[in-house]
């Protein structure tokens, strides 16, 4: 009996890199790349990634269909943990689609407050990243 | 004959759309919802419409010409994206220096939507109040045309998307004539309804084409 912690961590795998997984990198901001589970070395890094939503100008009141891209790991999963204070110089590689084979992209982690840590599990809210002139 | 509050809208939108030169988009009307990648780059958008007027009492004759206080509203939105050295940072034989050097270098769509939203509110402006502009295409007068607001709103805190909204607002003095509505004469209705009455055998009364008829 490993627990109520064990439960959950064991839970955390089967809901963030079972078949809701989607493979992801992390760059840090002195450029070193994580592909594979801390965890398991012979496993890729993987997220619960989730795609679009709504947003509405709360001053306006307009509605705007935006990308807003998540993505939630299993921070036991995790070389390192990104320092929360220099979030925005971590960049995060995940699918364009959930489709299977979908190329994967680079993002920027927004440093926006919206990103959370609970239970063993941290998200990050990722913005889209174009090729520079 | 139309009012001319609708004539200078339109005329204020072909202005605009004729000056864009591939920097920005014209809509003549208010939207229930678009996406951020509808107003990215060089795509943002301003929309034109009118959210109201007024009728000084007493700026006018009894029977008009009446003159007609406009208030036009110009909203823009722009969205941008993080500016970065992709082929560094999609590329898996990069070092680890290239990468870090990548990232550095990155632009964040914060600061680049911001200058957008600016760059995009001086072009707006600079076509309103410009002097060759003076009657906003219209072949009449328009009167006081005044960019009299400009106001930025706070970034949107969610997408992956920076988007900026905001709005000018200019007024503008014309005359309105009144030619008034003479509508259409319609067919009347037979409405067939039967009053209450305490004997119906006697008093069945039904309207009819708007008369009583009593039978």
């Known amino acids: 009996m490993g627990g109520l912690r064990a439960i959950i961590e064991a839970d955390q795998y089967e809901i963030l890199e079972g078949d809701f997984g989607l493979p ?3 760059i840090s901001p002195a450029g070193a790349k994580q592909t594979k589970s801390a965890n398991n070395p012979t496993e890729d890094l993987q997220a619960m990634v989730v795609y679009c939503s709504v947003t509405q100008d709360p001053i306006t009141g307009e509605e705007f269909v935006m990308g807003n891209t998540s993505a939630t ?9 990104p320092d929360e204070n220099n979030l925005e110089k971590w960049i995060c590689r995940a699918p364009e689609s959930n489709l299977v084979g979908a190329p994967m992209v680079s993002h920027k982690i927004s440093s926006a407050p919206v990103h959370g ?3 063993g599990r941290v998200t990050y809210y990722l913005e889209r990243i174009a090729q520079s002139s | 004959m139309t009012m001319k509050f609708r004539t200078l809208k339109a005329s204020i939108v072909t202005l605009l759309g004729n000056a864009a030169a591939g920097r920005f988009r014209t809509v003549g009307y208010q939207e229930k919802a678009q996406t951020g990648d509808q107003v990215l780059d060089s795509s943002r958008v301003v ?5 109201g007027g007024e009728f000084p009492l007493g700026s006018g004759s009894l029977s008009g010409p009446m003159q007609h206080d406009i208030t036009f509203a110009f909203r823009m939105s722009v969205s941008k994206t993080n500016q970065a050295d992709l082929s560094v940072l999609d590329n898996d034989s990069a070092t680890e220096s290239q990468r870090q050097a990548a990232i550095l270098a990155m ?7 911001d200058d957008a939203w600016d760059e995009f509110a001086d072009i707006i402006y600079q076509i309103l109040m410009d002097a060759r502009n003076l009657d906003l295409g219209m072949a009449t007068r328009v009167g006081n045309r005044w960019v009299e607001s400009i106001t930025k709103n706070p970034i949107l805190g969610k997408g992956d998307l920076a988007l900026l909204t905001g709005q000018a607002t200019m007024t503008a003095r014309v005359e309105e004539i009144v030619t008034g509505e003479t509508g259409t004469t319609v067919e009347s209705i037979d ?12 008093h069945d009364t039904v309207v009819r084409s708007g008369t009583l008829n009593e039978y």
């Open chain 1, 117 to 119: 840590k609970s239970f």
């Open chain 1, 73 to 81: 790991i299993r921070i036991s999963s995790l070389d390192t943990v």
């Open chain 2, 47 to 51: 929309r034109v419409f009118y959210p």
């Open chain 1, 24 to 26: 992801v990198e992390l």
């Open chain 2, 191 to 202: 409405m067939g309804v039967d009053t209450f009455s305490p004997d119906e055998e006697e």
């Open chain 2, 107 to 113: 632009e964040t769509a914060d600061d680049l939507v």
